[in-house]
């Protein structure tokens, strides 16, 4: 029976982008858990179960492909995941899970066949966990509290899997991120939110985590490609130690001091590589650079040029360029052109480096489209 103060969730109602939501891979693995737990102790075959949602106000109705009773006092259930409009590597996948009392009192989750194992440190499940996350674990507990009723929990063991997992994984970031055997069990909401930026930014957070995972003595950022060269070329870093951020410059920021202060250690430096038409927006107060966010660059590197006695007309075109690629054109024409590019990296730096404050230096490198560097590393 559901609780009469908890409404069912409309995933037909679309996001306020106008797609489909979806389940999480979550959701999905916590309704095979308790579809199969259901038949396993009270003997009932359920074709939907509900599933609690972290939102306290909704559960959510998931459809329940097959449930089975295996060997060994094993119950299997399967689900297919859904992930609405969103391109989801593993929408329509079978997530299933097989559930056998352990005698043990407790909860224990295993990660059957094509679903990962944690190998590396820095995420928020520890090497050699199943790679199932803190909130779809949570929800699977609630599954179990839900079926038991009350009753004594003699404890279980969770075994989540999916068809396939280990072939899907390879086409996620699982592989990068020290994930290995298969998928991960996903989600904070329990709901996809398709195409969302929060999505994009808990990935970020994600690369941040792995980053810092091994307490290395620098990381960079790059809201693109340029500067991922200088970063292991010049910089000898790893590829897990360069995150590429997007237009989320403020948000990365505060992700890392939050690493750093949940490990209570520092970081040698943090490392900002790009290009000037990014980087150089936060002269402007501007922590998303997104174009719907903010305007281009223009006027304060026009302004940082006044600032430095170029003369007028110069700091005129600079403001009256298209793009600030056109800014690095017009300034290669210019004896201090290189003093100009590092004076604003020192500008952008010492506007991030407060934001950071578990960071002992952060130090920015601008460069063109081509790659090309401009201020300190030219």
Known sequence: MSDPARRPYDLATPAPNGLRRGR???????????????????????????????????????????????????????????GGDDPDNTDGATIFAEVAVNGSGAVRFIAAAGVGTVTQPGLRIPPGEPAINPVPRQMMQWAVDEVLNGAANPGFDLAIGCVDGDRIAKRTFNPMLGIVGGISILGTSGIVEPMSLAAWMASIEVYIRVALGHRPAAIAFTPGKIGRGYAADTLQLEKKEVVQIANFVGVSLDYTQATLQEQQTRLGTLWVLGHPGKIAKLLDGVWDTHSSKSGMAMGPVAAVAAEMGFAADLVDQIEKANTVENVVQIMRTQADARGYWMEIERRVAALMAPRVPNADRVAVRLFSMDGTPLGEAA
Do not use: F, N
């Not at 979550?26 to 259901?38: F, I, N």
């Not at 009932?44 to 609690?52: C, G, K």
């Not at 459809?63 to 119950?75: D, H, I, S, T």
């Open 24 to 82: 999480t891979t979550g959701s999905c693995a916590t309704a095979a858990v308790k579809a199969a737990l259901t038949l396993l102790l009270r003997g009932e075959t359920e074709s939907e179960v509900e599933v609690s949602l972290p939102d306290p106000d909704y559960y959510l109705l998931v459809p329940v492909e097959k449930v089975a009773r295996l060997a060994g006092g094993v119950v299997r259930a399967e689900v297919l995941k859904y």
